[in-house]
C-alpha cells in the first residue's frame, strides 16, 4: 500500500492523502484535517468502511485520538500552551486557581469571574465525615497513590447529586468537588500514614497553602507559613495541570466514553499515573540519586543507561513528546534553588548529583542521539522531599495537580456532540478457529 499527498486541485478542495492497496488495485482517499497548530491529520475514520483495513499503532505514537483545544505541545521545539498560553508565563504570572478556569472554560477569569469560581471551588474542601472510614480501613502503610484511587472512586458513592453526566450542573459540581477535595484526600492520605490527626481545610487559605496546612499542620501547634514554599507549592502544581493527551489522561477520556461517572473516571486516571514510566517517576528520580550516592558514580550509571542488555533507564530523563527540553522542567529547576535557597540547603547532595547527572547526560553522544533530554519529574522530587513531603507522596502531589487537567479534559469530551465510546480495534496473532478438543484427547 503506498500513500502520496495530493494539494488542493481546485482552490475549495480540501488536502487529502491517497492511499494504494497494490494488491487488490484500489484506491481510498483520506482527508487532512488541519489543526490551529501542529502537524496535519490523517483522517482515517472511513478506513475501515472504505477498505476493510485497520491502522495499527501499539502505543498510540502516531495516533490522534481526538479534537481537543486545550493544551498544545511542540515536543520539537519544548513548547508547551495551555489555551494559547505559554507554560513559562502562566507559571511566572498567574496562579493555580486561575489556571484551573482558563483549562476548564477556555479563557482567563476576571476578577468577577476568578472571585466567583473560587468561592465555588473553596466551598466543597471538606469530606464527607462518612468518608474517614474509609481511611481507617486501609492498612497504615498504604502508598497515598492506592488510598487516593479508593477514596476518589469511592467518591461516587457519596455524590450521587453529581454522577448525572448528562446534566451540565451537576458536570460542573462534580469538578468543583474533585478539583476542592483532592488535595484534602491526598493530605489526609499522608496524614493517616504517620499517625496524626487528620487537619480540615481552611478556605481562607490559598488552594496550595491550605494543603499545606491540612499536610504539615497539627492541632496542638501554630503552623507557620512560609510565602516561598507556598509560592513553589501553586507553581508544582501549575506545571502539571494539564499535558495533553498523555496516558492518565487518554485513560479518563476512555473511561468516560462509556458514560461512568466523573469520579470513576479520575480514579481510574489516579491509577494510571502510578507508574514509574508516568508520573511515578519523580519518585523514581529521587530513588535512583539516592542510590547513585556520589558524583563519582555518575559515569557508571550513565554507561548502564546506555547500554542496550541494560533495561535500566535514567529517571527524569526522555519523553514521549518532547525531544527537547521539557519547558516544565528549566521552571522546575529554577523554583528547586528558589526553594533550597529559602531553606538554606544549597549543598543539597542530591540536587549536586542531580545537576553533574543532567551535565553529563546532556554531553553524551546516546542522550545527544536520542534527543534524552530532563522532564519536569527531575527537579520535582528534590523540591518535593526538602519541602518536607515522603516520596511516597510525590506521585499523589502529581495526581493532585493533574486533576483539573483530567477534568477538563473529560469535561470537552461529554460536550462534543462527536463523542463515542473509544473501542480501539488490534492485529489478531492468535490461534485461527478450531474445534473444541475434550480433555482425554488433550495431549
Ligand atoms: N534512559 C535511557 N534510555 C532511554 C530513556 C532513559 N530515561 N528514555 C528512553 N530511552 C531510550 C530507549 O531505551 C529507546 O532506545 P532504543 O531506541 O535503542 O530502543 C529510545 O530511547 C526511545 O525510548 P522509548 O521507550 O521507545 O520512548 P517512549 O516515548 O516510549 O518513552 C518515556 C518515553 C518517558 C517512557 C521514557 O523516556 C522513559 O522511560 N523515561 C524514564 C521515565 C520517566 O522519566 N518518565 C517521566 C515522563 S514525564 C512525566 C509524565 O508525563 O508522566
Not at 499503532?57 to 494559547?84: A, N, Q
Not at 477535595?181 to 491550605?210: C, H, W
Amino acid at each position: 500500500m503506498n500513500a502520496t499527498t495530493t494539494a488542493a486541485a481546485k482552490p475549495a478542495a480540501k488536502e487529502s492523502v491517497t492511499l494504494t492497496d497494490n494488491q487488490n488495485n484500489k484506491a481510498v482517499n483520506l482527508p487532512l484535517l488541519p489543526g490551529t497548530l501542529g502537524p496535519k491529520v490523517v483522517d482515517v475514520r472511513k478506513l475501515y468502511a472504505e477498505t476493510g483495513m485497520f491502522t495499527y499503532d501499539p502505543g498510540y505514537t502516531s495516533t490522534g485520538s481526538c479534537e481537543s483545544k486545550i493544551t498544545f505541545i511542540d515536543g520539537d521545539e519544548g513548547v508547551l500552551l495551555h489555551r494559547g498560553y505559554p507554560i513559562e508565563e502562566l507559571a511566572e504570572k498567574s496562579n493555580f486557581m486561575e489556571v484551573c478556569y482558563l483549562l476548564l472554560y477556555g479563557e482567563l477569569p476576571t476578577e468577577a469571574q476568578k472571585a466567583k469560581f473560587e468561592e465555588g471551588v473553596t466551598r466543597h474542601t471538606m469530606l464527607h465525615e462518612q468518608m474517614h472510614q474509609i481511611f481507617r480501613g486501609f492498612r497504615r502503610d498504604a502508598h497515598p497513590m492506592a488510598v487516593m484511587c479508593g477514596v476518589v472512586g469511592a467518591m461516587s458513592a457519596f455524590y450521587h447529586d453529581s454522577t448525572d453526566i448528562t446534566d451540565p450542573r451537576q458536570r460542573e459540581i462534580a469538578s468543583y468537588r474533585l478539583i476542592a477535595k483532592v488535595p484534602t484526600i491526598a493530605a489526609m492520605a499522608f496524614k493517616y500514614s504517620i499517625g496524626q490527626p487528620f487537619v480540615y481545610p481552611r478556605n481562607d487559605l490559598s488552594y496550595a497553602e491550605n494543603f499545606l496546612h491540612m499536610t504539615f499542620a497539627v492541632p496542638c501547634e501554630t503552623y507557620k507559613m512560609n510565602p516561598v514554599l507556598a509560592k513553589a507549592m501553586d507553581r508544582i502544581f501549575i506545571l502539571h495541570a494539564d499535558h495533553e493527551q498523555n496516558a492518565s489522561t487518554s485513560t479518563v477520556r476512555l473511561a468516560g466514553s462509556s458514560g461512568a461517572n466523573p469520579f470513576a473516571c479520575i480514579a481510574a486516571g489516579i491509577a494510571c499515573l502510578w507508574g514509574p514510566a508516568h508520573g511515578g517517576a519523580n519518585e523514581a528520580v529521587l530513588a535512583m540519586l539516592k542510590q547513585i550516592g556520589s558524583k563519582d558514580r555518575i559515569p557508571e550509571i550513565v554507561k548502564r543507561a546506555r547500554d542496550p542488555k541494560d533495561d535500566f533507564r535514567l529517571m527524569g530523563f526522555g519523553h514521549r513528546v518532547y525531544k527537547n527540553y521539557d519547558p516544565r522542567a528549566k521552571v522546575m529547576q529554577k523554583t528547586c534553588y528558589e526553594v533550597l535557597n529559602e531553606l538554606g540547603m544549597t549543598n543539597n547532595p542530591l540536587l549536586e548529583t542531580a545537576m553533574e547527572l543532567e551535565r553529563v547526560a546532556l554531553q553524551d553522544d546516546y542522550f545527544i542521539q536520542k534527543k534524552l533530554y530532563p522532564n519536569v519529574d527531575f527537579y520535582s522530587g528534590i523540591i518535593l522531599q526538602a519541602m518536607g513531603f515522603p516520596t511516597s507522596m510525590f506521585t499523589a502531589i502529581f495526581a493532585l495537580a493533574r486533576t483539573v487537567g483530567w477534568i477538563a479534559q473529560w469535561k470537552e469530551m461529554i460536550e462534543d456532540p462527536a463523542q463515542k465510546i473509544g473501542r480501539p480495534r488490534q492485529l489478531y496473532t492468535g490461534a485461527t478457529k478450531r474445534p473444541y478438543v475434550p480433555i482425554a484427547r488433550r495431549a
